[in-house]
């Protein structure tokens, strides 16, 4: 192999190595960690297989007609050639293709079995809102961050205040759009406990890129537990940094947009924060969950997430701002 080829190769390796890289981790539809996702994965490596058989027998043809066979081609070879090659077989494989995908799809949109749990989704520029409804009709809120039993289907019902947004966990199952004015529905049953990212799939505006969001998948009694201690209020502050950081949430007008339920925060205009420091993300997985991050989005909010309703609270002094993270810290 010459200079420029080896270059070429070594590139082509290196961006497969790099490809091939972004196909596993929390958020990979080929990790299936769910039934619907595991269909889904299934088609997806038909697709891949029939493409890459067709693709090998276009540029084997290709190969012989340039360097094996340079004269003129007989006729009838020709004809049959675009006859079966141009429109029997692709319409014969895209018939097969269009069928076992179509095949998938009752299983994909079947509601979920009466009496399963159910848990509401809105999207909203740009975090989730999210409630567990309980038998008395009440919901336990929170925000950017769902939890759900292993090995039973849940239903999502999904719905948008503001613009459309695209409710997706790759690695569970497939995307439902979530429109103004009206509920969708997705059942979702994951197979396997653990971490998964799901993410904004429908552009909607300046910051759709950052708006995530974490599923926790747990054992049933793991998840009765959590939801136990999220349907509880928040803790009184214990420390005396988060006793100031708990008044200065008030004094600064926090309870105005956000909930913090057993305190006066009682807005409902951003995400609830009543456990807030139990969640994996702050900002709606724009950032990870630490106190230096926390400190990094009350200072410069607009700059992590731009356009987001949010203020920027760059105003707040070095010990004010410590005080005020301790306090959202210890919500646990
Ligand atoms: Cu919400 Cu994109």
């Keep these: 192999m010459n200079g420029p080829a080896r270059i070429a190769m070594r590139l082509f390796l290196s961006g497969c ?3 091939v890289a972004g196909c596993a981790g929390v958020q990979s539809a080929l990790e299936p960690a769910g039934r619907e996702a595991e269909r889904i994965g299934q088609l997806f490596w038909w697709m891949v297989a029939g493409g890459a058989i067709i693709w090998v027998i276009m540029v084997s043809l290709t190969l012989y ?16 050639l675009v006859i079966y090659g141009g429109a029997i077989v692709p319409t014969l494989i895209l018939i097969f293709l269009l069928s076992f995908g179509l095949a998938m799809l009752p299983d994909l949109v079947r509601p979920a079995p009466r009496g399963s749990m159910v848990v509401e989704v809105h999207g909203l520029q ?29 239903e999502f019902h999904l719905a948008s205040e503001d613009v459309i947004h695209s409710f997706w966990v790759p690695s569970i199952g497939g995307k439902v759009d979530m429109i103004p004015g009206r509920k969708t529905r997705l059942v979702l049953h994951p197979t396997k406990t653990g971490i998964f990212r799901g ?28 939801l136990a201690r999220e349907s509880q209020n928040s803790k009184t502050p214990e420390l005396p940094a988060a006793r100031r950081g708990a008044a200065l949430f008030l004094s600064s007008g926090c309870g105005a947009c956000h909930a913090i339920r057993g305190t006066r925060a009682d807005g409902k205009v951003g995400p609830d ?11 709606a997985g724009a950032l990870p969950h630490d106190s230096a991050s926390i400190e990094h989005w009350l200072r410069r909010s607009r700059h992590i997430k731009p356009e987001v309703h949010m203020p920027a609270f760059d105003m707040l ?13 210890q919500l646990q």
């Design 126 to 154: 740009w975090w989730w809102r999210v409630r567990y409804p309980r038998p008395d009709g009440e919901a336990v809120e929170l925000a950017n961050e769902v939890c759900i039993p292993v090995d039973q289907p849940v």
């Design 317 to 329: 002094g070095g010990e004010q701002m410590n005080d005020l993270v301790a306090y959202l810290e």
């Design 17 to 19: 190595l790099l490809a």
């Design 65 to 80: 007609a340039v360097y094996l066979h340079k004269g003129p081609h007989p006729e009838r070879l020709t004809r049959w």
């Design 199 to 226: 993410t904004c799939a429908e552009y909607c505006g300046t910051s759709h890129a950052w708006m995530s969001f974490y599923v926790r998948v747990v054992t049933r009694d793991e998840f009765d537990r959590w």
């Design 273 to 283: 924060l009543t456990h807030f420091g139990s969640r994996h993300s702050v900002a």
